[in-house]
């Protein structure tokens, strides 16, 4: 059984900061490329950052400079730091994380619940 959970999200004015985490448990061998990705209403999910198990970053032009991706392999971790928050940022925030599990021979996606993240002007 595995699971991935995401927390931070809320509600903040323009110019502020978030940070989200997502956490994954369970039987878990190996983690690949964790994400964050996000969904305005109206809109398609997109790639907000990627970060690969051995740190290597990717950022959506929309976001650089002012997000920073990052991880902690031995939590089984993935962060998301959104300084210099716009309006435009909001939307709802997926975390996605590639997983092995014990007993499978192949990496599952497992998507977070989502969590809210709300800039106002």
């Known amino acids: 059984q595995v699971q991935v959970v995401e927390s931070g999200g809320g509600l903040v004015q323009a110019g502020g900061s978030l940070r989200l985490s997502c956490a994954a448990s369970g039987s878990i061998v190996s983690i690949n490329t964790m994400g964050w990705y996000r969904q305005a209403p109206g809109k398609q999910r997109e790639l907000v950052a990627t970060?690969?198990?051995?740190?290597?970053?990717n950022y959506a032009d929309s976001v650089k400079g002012r997000f920073t991706i990052s991880r902690d392999n031995a939590k089984n971790t993935v962060y998301l730091q959104m300084n210099s928050l716009k309006p435009e940022d909001t939307a709802v925030y997926y975390c996605?994380?590639?997983?092995?599990?014990?007993?499978?021979?192949?990496?599952?996606?497992?998507w977070g619940q989502g969590t809210q993240v709300t800039v106002s002007s």
């Open positions: 970060i690969t198990s051995r740190g290597r970053t």
């Open positions: 996605n994380a590639p997983i092995l599990s014990t007993g499978s021979s192949w990496y599952v996606d497992y």
